[in-house]
């Protein structure tokens, strides 16, 4: 040998080379053998301040990009209500664009994958052709939690066709003042209802394993992180009115608005949103003593806790008035990740600057970065970072919209049937000679929809895939029984035809959070009028779809029939399936029905209550085909007792006088 100096130093180099390089490649965060706390451990050691900060921060896909996740470090992206890759994206759109922003993510020093949001609030509804479910509020209707849950089952596999891990929902919020405009993301004053329906959560991250620890977030493999929002009172704001202020005493709060945070924690809930409106006049956003005091310490949710769009902003008025002093208040609150979402590089300078003064303490920014990876660890995102097609063909599939026009049945409710208890209107018989459906609403997916349906706003028409009520019930009585549709029809046309009978569905128009703020609480115009000129030559059928109740006490004399669908969404099918007598109306009301809106609020147990039809209320008809036997039956019975008689008495008397 000519140098064994030489190669005896090589191979010492060499060895220790490859102890760094073992070294180097095993990384405890990175073994999905170790435990939870193990990994999280780990990992923060390792990260810079600015890495730390990158995670606590969540932008909007408008303005991500790779290089932007790479170089901030951001920890996770959302899509806000409408933001899609494309118009009537595919599902491959989805998946090549999130996966794009996850590369970006990939490719940091640590390679801490993003987390994509997005509110799946009624199904995956942003997205074209994704079945779209009932409201909450026709939800809370049906009183039916194992449905409940299988929607989040559906909702998870629709959410992962899109390649996203986590929806903004469920809104358990419980709401007191229908004038509010998110009434119907809430599934019901009565927040016993509410927390029923927090088994959604079990549908949407998965069935909970038994033993496992209170607080600690649960999310099963292929399963969706959900999201309950928005904490703490944003039911109860005064007035009614969105974002504002929840005047109440602390019996009042645990009592009525916390409950169903108690629920979504057992079931392992992984994140919580922080509400825009205050508590006693103090910002949700700002305050320490519920979101860190009592959901995190007093609770045990360890979970991360989210901002609102813009959350922190509005800590100050006006909104961003003095950003500094908004991202101390909420991480010092206890917010763990802002939904920013737009102007990352001030929120993530601010934020920095903060920590750097020692306004906001290391262990504050290590409290929330735990927390966050809790959840990624958790639900497997370190393992499978990155969606495939797999789950592609779940979108909009036949077995989600059947479970779809399940739900659309029993979140019926029927309020008038016949104006005598022998003289029974509904079910309609298919075989008829002529058939005429009017009404703003009959034809029109947008507005069966509502909000959050394709557009933030939601729209009109054609928005997606969907079945239409006047479709539904032309499909119901077959060609044999001719259907006629007119809008707003006029009395010429009822002179011109022989009609049998009439359908008349009518409602509001779509609207989302403040723009939702209604005062009057009317339907749609010219509905109040198709309903005097048709009902007035008519026998006929009144469908409300609406995300509240209504004012309807002035016309309920001229129908026979009256029906709350709510906002069913776009398996119309489920409306004819109960007006025609394939299945039998089950929903009892989730909201009192009030007879004036100067009544508001009113909810059930208040001393003033006089409402037109009780929480709880619902006529019951078993399915017609065949024998129908014509029953009527009564609601939850505790509910429904002595102001249920009275409210049948009271239409009776108006329809007889
Ligand atoms: C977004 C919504 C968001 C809202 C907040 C809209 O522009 O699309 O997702 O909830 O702003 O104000
Ligand atoms: C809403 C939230 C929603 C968020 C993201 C906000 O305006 O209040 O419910 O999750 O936007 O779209």
Not at 295 to 323: C, E, Q
Not at 544 to 572: C, D, H, K, N
Not at 615 to 626: D, K, R, T, V
């Amino acid at each position: 040998m000519a140098c064994p100096n030489v190669s005896w130093g090589c191979l010492l180099l060499l060895l220790l080379c490859f102890a760094w390089m073992g070294d180097a490649e095993y990384a405890k965060y990175k073994d999905p053998k170790q435990p939870v706390n193990t990994r999280i451990k780990d990992l923060i050691g390792r990260m810079t301040l600015a890495e730390k900060i990158g995670q606590m921060t969540q932008i909007e896909r408008s303005v991500a990009s790779a290089d932007v996740m790479k170089n901030y470090f951001i920890g996770s992206i959302l899509s806000g209500g409408g933001s899609v890759p494309a118009p009537q994206a595919t599902p491959a759109m989805w998946i090549n664009m999130v996966n794009e922003f996850q590369k970006g993510a990939l490719a940091t020093r640590l390679g801490i994958p993003m987390i994509y949001g997005i509110d799946a609030v009624h199904g995956n509804n942003n997205v074209y052709n994704a079945t779209i479910f009932p409201h909450n509020v026709g939800l809370g209707a049906t009183r039916d939690p194992d449905l409940v849950k299988r929607i989040g089952e559906a909702t998870a596999l629709e959410v992962r066709a899109t390649g996203i891990p986590y929806t903004f929902a469920p809104c358990i919020a419980v709401c007191r003042d229908p004038r509010w405009g998110r009434c119907y993301e809430s599934y019901s004053e009565d927040h016993k209802i509410v927390q029923q329906m927090t088994d959604i959560i079990l549908g949407l991250q998965g069935e909970i394993p038994v033993n496992h620890t209170k607080g600690v977030p649960y999310v099963a493999k292929n399963k969706v992180a959900a999201c309950a929002k928005h904490f703490v009172g944003d039911g109860g704001t005064h007035n009614g009115i969105n974002e504002n202020n929840t005047i109440i005493d602390e019996h009042g709060l645990l009592g009525i608005h916390m409950p169903p945070y108690y629920d979504s924690i057992i079931k392992g809930v992984a994140t919580v949103m922080v509400s825009y409106s205050s508590v006693n006049g103090e910002k949700m956003h700002a305050n320490h003593d519920l979101v860190t005091g009592y959901l995190k310490s007093k609770l045990h949710f360890r979970g991360f806790v989210i901002s609102d769009w813009l959350g922190i902003d509005r800590i100050t008025s006006p909104a961003g008035a003095n950003y500094t002093y908004s991202v101390q208040a909420g991480v010092n609150a206890g917010i763990d990740m802002v939904m920013v979402p737009f102007n990352y590089t001030e929120f993530i300078e601010d934020a920095t600057s903060l920590v750097n003064k020692r306004i906001i303490s290391m262990s504050r920014i290590d409290d929330a970065v735990s927390r966050i990876l809790r959840v990624k660890f958790t639900m497997g995102l370190f393992e499978n970072p990155l969606a495939d097609l797999s789950f592609a063909d779940q979108l909009g599939k036949k077995e989600h919209r059947e479970l779809a026009r399940e739900a659309v049945r029993k979140s019926l409710v029927l309020l008038k049937n016949g104006n005598t208890p022998n003289q029974q209107f509904l079910p309609l018989p298919k075989k008829a000679s002529k058939i005429l459906v009017a009404g703003s609403h009959a034809s029109n997916l947008g507005y069966q929809c509502g909000g959050w349906s394709i557009q933030w706003m939601g729209g009109s028409g054609d928005i997606t895939a969907g079945t239409t009520i006047l479709d539904a019930i032309k499909s119901t009585v077959g060609d044999a029984t001719p259907v006629v549709y007119s809008e707003n029809p006029d009395d010429s046309l009822m002179k011109k035809n022989e009609f049998s009978f009439a359908i008349v569905v009518v409602g509001e128009p779509p609207y989302a959070e403040t723009v939702g703020d209604n005062t009057d609480l009317t339907i749609l115009d010219p509905g109040p009028d198709t309903i005097r000129t048709v009902c007035s030559a008519l026998k006929c059928a009144v469908v409300v779809v609406s995300g509240r109740p209504v004012v309807i006490e002035p016309y309920l004399p001229l129908m026979e029939a009256l029906v709350a669908a709510w906002l069913p969404g776009t398996e119309g099918q489920g409306i004819a399936d109960v007006l025609f007598g394939d299945y039998g109306f089950t929903g009892k009301l989730s909201r009192t029905w009030f007879k004036s809106v100067d009544q508001l609020p009113m909810n059930f147990g208040d001393p003033h209550y006089d409402p037109l039809f009780p929480l709880g209320f619902g006529l019951a008809i078993n399915s017609s085909q065949p024998g129908f036997s014509g029953t009527r039956s009564r609601g939850d019975k505790k509910e429904i007792t002595v102001w249920a008689a009275l409210s049948l008495l009271l239409s009776m008397m108006i329809a007889w006088a």
